[in-house]
């Protein structure tokens, strides 16, 4: 265990996905996103972080941005976004997904699991260094079946379309009609 608290990877994982539920009783549920969520080791995304940040509700930067005084070019969004993003997008299995923004293959993980092995996910992000590091952190966490296109994600990927769900991991100004 590389934790300084004694606890293991798993008890991490229950007490944020616990912490998540328990900051809106009355917003919106979709147990199959937290079970996702207790299935899928965010840490596992993040090798470089402790675990105790892994498991930490906020943000883990993965690239900086070379201007500090903007975010981060490539990140491991909060949990609580990612859980608020997946119940609104709700997602069914055997649906056809397109992820705009890599990040850390994290959030791809958590749609694969999702859509289940009938489904499919496409994820696409213009930063070849970014689709680099999330098809790793997926092939070493057995979702080598996740599809990791690079290219600006406002062209989308037709090619593997048509698409049951969108959804946009990076700032958009606004919805791209690809």
């Known amino acids: 265990m590389n934790t300084t608290t004694g606890a293991s990877p798993e008890d991490l994982r229950n007490r944020l996905v616990d912490a998540i539920l328990q900051q809106d009783v009355s917003g919106p549920r979709d147990a199959r996103v937290e079970t996702a969520m207790r299935a899928v080791p965010r840490h596992a995304f993040l ?3 402790p675990l105790e940040e892994a498991y930490a509700n906020k943000r883990v930067t993965i690239k900086e941005n070379p ?3 903007t975010l981060p070019l490539s990140c491991g969004s909060p949990p609580d976004v990612v859980h608020f993003m997946l119940v609104q997008l709700a997602v069914r299995e055997g649906d056809n997904v397109f992820e705009i ?3 850390t293959g994290y959030n791809a993980a958590l749609l694969k699991h999702l859509t289940g092995k009938s489904g499919q996910v496409t994820m696409c992000d213009i930063a070849p260094d970014a689709t680099a590091y999330a098809r790793r952190m997926l092939d070493a966490n057995g ?8 290219r600006d994600g ?9 698409y049951d769900r969108m959804i946009a991991a990076v700032g958009m100004w606004d919805l791209p009609t690809a």
Not at 154 to 162: D, K, M, N, Q, Y
């Open 67 to 69: 201007d500090q005084d």
């Open 154 to 162: 406002a062209l989308g990927a037709p090619e593997f379309g048509p």
């Open 101 to 103: 923004g890599a990040g």
């Open 47 to 49: 090798p470089d972080a």
């Open 143 to 150: 979702h080598a079946d996740v599809r990791v296109v690079t």
